[in-house]
């Protein structure tokens, strides 16, 4: 089952909305927690975490259980943290009559397409540099696919789109440096000492940049190392999470993000009555079909409970079932 495969130190779990994900991110933990510790971190706006747990949870890592902490990003305040870090550095790069500017683009950038997706990704970035060495695991339950896919592109993204901005700067610096006879105060791969208060500006400037840039291919590389990173794709055997599940992995795939496993949560019985014994045939094809289009990866089967899963003792039996 999952936990007999090789775990990473960092794991996802995301698939099309309502399959599941937030109750096998958890049972993951809950059975890795006797002998390792780990963070489990909601992506969702719309979280359940807490619930489940029965405990408030917040934007800073929450202790459950001996072993597993929980943390709910605030999709809202990591965009405002990120527009606000933007801002003071915006503010202290342009004269004063110009501030209100810096506000009014602020307020349009707030609802503009992604800038959210932006402040996620580097709130994951942080998450990861700041709790990697803490905990031996950090598992992320992700929003619905299609969310998730965009996140796990746009690390690349960033990374090139920052790298335009330090060569436009390092142009613009030059071109500076020739205008007033000076020779160039640092390379787009240094940070030098002046005295200039234009030199100190683009310094700091070019500081900033590269500072988000060694972030973000940072997490590039954890996302495409399958030794540090797993994604694993959570879905029920019906058919339109199954085409769902094929076009989510071809996307994660094409992005160099390894799908460790396919887990098929809430498998109805065959043995039960004619009613889940029909349920089940169902099923059986929709799985069917998920093999032919997806051959290579390992299929995991969570059989349907009698009972609620939203209270950590019901989910003891899932992660008892992950372990077998």
Request: glycine residues 4%; neutral net charge; contains cysteine.
């Given at each position: 089952m999952l936990l007999n495969l090789p775990t990473a130190p960092i794991m996802f779990f995301g698939g099309k909305g309502g399959v599941g994900k937030t109750t096998v991110a958890n049972a993951t933990a809950l059975k890795l927690s006797p002998h390792a510790s780990t963070l489990v971190v909601s992506t969702d706006p719309a979280h359940n975490v807490g619930h489940l747990w029965d405990k408030k949870v917040g934007d800073s890592p929450t202790r459950v259980r001996d072993g597993i902490d929980i943390l709910e990003l605030d999709p809202a305040r990591a965009t405002e943290e990120h527009l606000k870090q933007a801002g003071d550095t915006m503010r202290r790069m342009m004269p004063e009559?110009?501030?209100?500017?810096?506000?009014?683009?602020?307020?349009?950038?707030?609802?503009?397409?992604?800038?959210?997706?932006?402040?996620?990704?580097?709130?994951?970035?942080?998450?990861?540099?700041?709790?990697?060495?803490?905990?031996?695991?950090?598992?992320?339950?992700?929003?619905?696919?299609?969310?998730?896919?965009?996140?796990?592109?746009?690390?690349?993204?960033?990374?090139?789109?920052?790298?335009?901005?330090?060569?436009?700067?390092?142009?613009?610096?030059?071109?500076?440096?020739?205008?007033?006879?000076?020779?160039?105060?640092?390379?787009?791969?240094?940070?030098?000492?002046?005295?200039?208060?234009?030199?100190?500006?683009?310094?700091?400037?070019?500081?900033?940049?590269?500072?988000?840039?060694?972030?973000?291919?940072?997490?590039?590389?954890?996302?495409?190392?399958?030794?540090?990173?797993?994604?694993?794709?959570?879905?029920?055997?019906e058919r339109l999470p199954v085409l769902e599940t094929d076009e989510f992995y071809q996307e994660l795939h094409s992005n160099g993000v390894h799908v460790g496993a396919l887990i098929v949560n809430r498998r109805s019985p065959a043995d039960q009555g004619e009613f889940l014994a029909s349920r089940r045939k169902y099923e059986d094809e929709a799985l069917a079909d998920l093999h032919r289009r997806l051959p290579d990866l390992e299929v995991i089967e969570i059989p349907l409970r009698p009972n609620d899963v939203g209270s950590p003792q019901a989910l003891e039996a899932i992660a008892d079932y992950l372990a077998q």
């Open positions: 009559h110009l501030h209100k500017e810096v506000t009014k683009h602020l307020n349009l950038s707030r609802q503009s397409p992604g800038t959210h997706e932006a402040a996620m990704l580097e709130r994951i970035a942080t998450i990861i540099e700041d709790y990697e060495d803490t905990y031996d695991h950090i598992i992320f339950d992700t929003a619905p696919s299609g969310h998730t896919s965009r996140l796990m592109a746009l690390p690349e993204l960033m990374s090139a789109w920052t790298d335009g901005l330090l060569e436009r700067r390092a142009k613009s610096e030059k071109f500076s440096d020739l205008v007033r006879g000076l020779t160039p105060t640092g390379k787009d791969t240094t940070v030098t000492t002046a005295e200039d208060p234009v030199d100190r500006r683009n310094q700091e400037l070019r500081s900033i940049l590269l500072k988000r840039r060694r972030r973000f291919e940072r997490l590039r590389t954890v996302l495409t190392d399958a030794t540090a990173c797993q994604f694993h794709i959570v879905l029920t055997a």
